[in-house]
């Protein structure tokens, strides 16, 4: 049981490019999320998604598209890199948003890096 | 709405003495309210988690938390500091319902040996 687990860990592009974040968990969970990390901040929802094929606008969503075609994959798209996107990403996932069992599990990150 | 304020973005405290971290919270509804830990270049564990049962919430690695509502406070508590517990620790609301997490900018604690 792996849990909640991102690729890759590190990435650095240059301003322009266009890359993917891939999110995976196995614990069956129905909700996953994207959040950003910036220094001296918490954690800002970027997309969520609440099922297969379903995905939702969070607090920081311009210049990302997600995709959530398996129910155990969360994808993060970046289609014009920018500086402002150099952060430390998190996916997250949850089984429901039911106060007993609404826990994130989050995985380790992904330290992205726009020149 | 929902918000966290962390009220010390940095802790300071001697090993084997008290930690206390302390979060305040808004939100219109009853809350689920979370404490994670994050270790450095790691992701975030979850210490603990207050759901309106029990008010004083236990969570692992001695840390425990009380949810005051007349004070809309849930400050973090261990009894004695280790050097393993240094890291930033994250106070997270969530409004029983909505989807969002709300974190607090963070609060760094040292425990000097």
């Known amino acids: 049981n792996a849990g909640v687990t991102q690729t890759p860990k590190f990435r650095v592009l240059k301003t322009g490019q266009s890359m993917t974040l891939l999110c995976a968990q196995d614990?069956?969970?129905?909700?996953m999320y994207w959040y950003r990390q910036d220094p001296g901040m918490g954690l800002r929802l970027i997309h969520y998604?609440?099922?297969?094929?379903?995905?939702a606008k969070g607090e920081v969503p311009d210049g990302y598209n997600v995709s959530r075609l398996k129910k155990q994959n969360f994808l993060l798209g970046l289609e014009s890199a920018a500086p402002s996107q150099t952060s430390v990403y998190f996916c997250?996932?949850?089984?429901?948003?039911?106060?007993?069992?609404?826990?994130?599990?989050f995985g380790p990150g992904t330290r992205l890096t726009v020149l | 709405a929902q918000s966290v304020t962390q009220l010390d973005s940095h802790v300071s405290v001697s090993e084997g003495t008290p930690v206390l971290l302390r979060c305040n919270y808004s939100?219109?509804?009853?809350?689920?309210l979370f404490w994670y830990v994050q270790h450095p270049n790691k992701g975030l564990q979850l210490l603990l988690k207050?759901?309106?049962?029990?008010?004083l919430v236990k969570g692992i690695n001695g840390f425990e938390a009380e949810f005051k509502k007349s004070e809309t406070s849930f400050h973090l508590t261990k009894p004695s500091a280790h050097m393993s517990d240094a890291a930033e620790y994250f106070c997270?609301?969530?409004?029983?319902?909505?989807?969002?997490?709300?974190f607090g900018t963070g609060t760094r604690l040292t425990v000097i040996p």
């Open positions: 997250a996932s949850s089984y429901s948003k039911a106060a007993r069992t609404d826990t994130q599990y």
């Open positions: 998604s609440v099922g297969e094929g379903t995905t």
């Open positions: 207050y759901t309106s049962a029990a008010t």
């Open positions: 939100s219109s509804y009853s809350p689920s």
């Open positions: 614990m069956n969970h129905e909700y």
């Open positions: 997270v609301v969530r409004t029983t319902g909505a989807n969002n997490l709300f």
